[in-house]
T-cell receptor, first 115, second 112 residues
Framework: EAGVAQSPRYKIIEKRQSVAFWCNPI?????LYWYQQILGQGPKLLIQ????????DSQLPKDRFSAERLKGVDSTLKIQPAKLEDSAVYLC?????????????FGPGTRLTVL | GQQVMQIPQYQHVQEGEDFTTYCNSS?????IQWYKQRPGGHPVFLIQ?????EVKKQKRLTFQFGEAKKNSSLHITATQTTDVGTYFC????????????FGTGTRLTVIP
C-alpha cells in the first residue's frame, strides 16, 4: 500500500515570502494531521482534519498559517508570510479511524528553511 | 499546560548494551503510543499501550505502561546499530481534542 506522500521535500525561502506544502494521505484514511517539528523536538500538531472538516486547529498560528482539505483527500498547508522561526520539518500524517488511539502514518516531511 | 517529558534526552551505548527511555506525563493518559524516528526520517508507529501496568514485547523491545497511567518506558535489550534514532512517546491531548501530544524524545546512538 502506498504511504503518505508529501511535496516538496525541501524548500528554502526568504522571510516574508509565502510557501505551500501538499500532502496526499493513505487512500481511505479519514483523518489527516499536519505537524511542525523543530529540530531536536517532538512533532507539534498544527491542525487535524476529519474528512474535509477541521477537528482541531487550536495550535495553528492563524495569522500566517492556513490549511485546507477541500475534497476530504489531499491537503495543503500554507504559510504567508513566513518568519525565521517557521524553519522546521512539516510532517503530514493520516490515520484510518477518528479515535486518538489510532496509529498515525507519517509522510517523509517537507524541510523548510526560512532565511 | 500539558507536558510529556522523556529522559534521558540523549543516550550513547555500545552495541550489545541495553537501553531504556522513560516517559512521564503531567496528566493521566488513557493510552500511550511509541514512535521511532530514524535520523532524517519520519516517525514510525511502534506500539500502543492502553491498560494500567500493561507490558508488551516486540522482539528485543519491551514497553511498559505505569500503574497510574502517567508514565511509560521502552527498554531495548542488546542494542544493534539498526536501533539508532529518536524514540518518542505520545499521549492524548488532555484538552479532550482527539489528537496526540508528543513527548520530548530520546535520541539513541549505538556505537559499533
Amino acid at each position: 500500500e502506498a504511504g503518505v506522500a508529501q511535496s516538496p521535500r525541501y524548500k528554502i525561502i526568504e522571510k516574508r515570502q509565502s510557501v505551500a506544502f501538499w500532502c496526499n494521505p493513505i487512500s481511505g484514511h479519514a483523518t489527516l494531521y499536519w505537524y511542525q517539528q523543530i529540530l531536536g523536538q517532538g512533532p507539534k500538531l498544527l491542525i487535524q482534519f476529519q474528512n474535509n472538516g477541521v477537528v482541531d486547529d487550536s495550535q495553528l498560528p492563524k495569522d500566517r498559517f492556513s490549511a485546507e482539505r477541500l475534497k476530504g483527500v489531499d491537503s495543503t498547508l500554507k504559510i504567508q508570510p513566513a518568519k525565521l522561526e517557521d524553519s522546521a520539518v512539516y510532517l503530514c500524517a493520516s490515520s484510518a479511524g477518528t479515535s486518538v488511539g489510532n496509529e498515525q502514518f507519517f509522510g517523509p516531511g517537507t524541510r523548510l528553511t526560512v532565511l | 499546560g500539558q507536558q510529556v517529558m522523556q529522559i534521558p534526552q540523549y543516550q550513547h551505548v555500545q552495541e550489545g548494551e541495553d537501553f531504556t527511555t522513560y516517559c512521564n506525563s503531567s496528566t493521566t493518559l488513557s493510552n500511550i503510543q511509541w514512535y521511532k524516528q530514524r535520523p532524517g526520517g519520519h516517525p514510525v508507529f511502534l506500539i500502543q499501550l492502553v491498560k494500567s501496568g500493561e507490558v508488551k514485547k516486540q522482539k528485543r523491545l519491551t514497553f511498559q505502561f505505569g500503574e497510574a497511567k502517567k508514565n511509560s518506558s521502552l527498554h531495548i535489550t542488546a542494542t544493534q546499530t539498526t536501533d539508532v534514532g529518536t524514540y518518542f512517546c505520545a499521549g492524548p491531548d488532555y484538552s479532550g481534542a482527539n489528537n496526540l501530544f508528543f513527548g520530548t524524545g530520546t535520541r539513541l546512538t549505538v556505537i559499533p
